[in-house]
């Protein structure tokens, strides 16, 4: 089966930072479906911005009173199909980071091995994997195709065809994993400032049947990855 992963990450400001701050987690994630169904995945989500008038990015930071029942609808959208659709999250303790000891004092790398992290048990065997992340200026030029070299090693018995790129101003689906992200950030980093987004999240957790929280590794539809450092294991 061909799958698409597409990802985006929250507070990665965080990373490295000496600034103080209120919030202290740091995520990536991203939506994982067939390849097969990405025309009528858009196609769902544009004619839903039909029905609720509502256009322009997706995006967390835009969810609001007049907006909310737009974000409410792609929540049950993401739910609805089941399997074929899937969120999956690392959740990085900044304060527990130790950039100068484990990632050469290099945050940007810190940063690509923890979207590593997130991938490496994402991806299945006998399956090819086109995996598509928000873009960024990175220092170093080569970032993605070192995450790729090493998704590739890892993962020897699927096929991992590219890692690129893309802007998420242009891609719908990119747009909802940044919605369901930036409702689990904000659980995680206890900064839910409005009442519609406080809504949008008890809607996952309705969906959920619990909490928003760390899972198991096994959980397929919405996995939260709470990862241990210094030695730990999840």
């Known amino acids: 089966m061909d799958i698409e992963i597409y990802c985006d990450e929250s507070n990665q400001q965080l990373l490295g930072s000496t600034e ?11 939506i994982w479906f067939p390849a097969s169904k990405r025309s009528e995945y858009k196609e769902a989500i544009n004619n839903i911005r039909q029905e609720e008038q509502c256009f ?20 049950d959208f993401f739910f609805r199909q089941e399997y074929d659709l899937r969120f999956r999250c690392i959740v990085v303790d900044t304060q527990r980071v130790d950039l100068q000891k484990y990632h ?5 790398l810190g940063y690509y091995k923890f979207y590593y992290q997130l991938l490496k048990n994402w991806i299945e ?8 992340v928000d873009l960024k200026t990175n220092r170093s030029p080569h970032r993605l195709a070192v995450l790729y070299n090493f998704l590739s090693v890892s993962n020897i018995l699927a096929d991992v065809v590219s890692v690129q790129a893309l802007p998420s101003k242009d891609l719908v689906l990119m747009q909802l994993a940044d919605v369901l992200l930036g409702g689990v950030s904000a659980k995680f980093n206890n900064s839910v400032v409005s009442n519609a ?10 969906h959920l049947r619990h909490p928003v929280m760390p899972t198991s590794r096994g959980v397929k539809k919405f996995n939260v990855f709470k990862i241990v450092l210094l030695g730990g294991s999840r």
Not at 22 to 29: H, P
Not at 199 to 204: H, M
């Open 20 to 30: 103080p701050s209120d919030k202290r987690f740091f995520l990536i994630g991203g």
């Open 104 to 108: 050469e004092a290099d945050k940007e």
């Open 56 to 75: 322009g990015e997706a995006k967390w930071k835009a969810v609001s009173p007049s907006r909310l029942s737009f974000y409410l609808k792609i929540i």
């Open 125 to 132: 065997d006998f399956n090819s994997y086109r995996v598509f």
């Open 197 to 206: 987004k406080l809504e949008v999240i008890k809607q996952i957790e309705h």
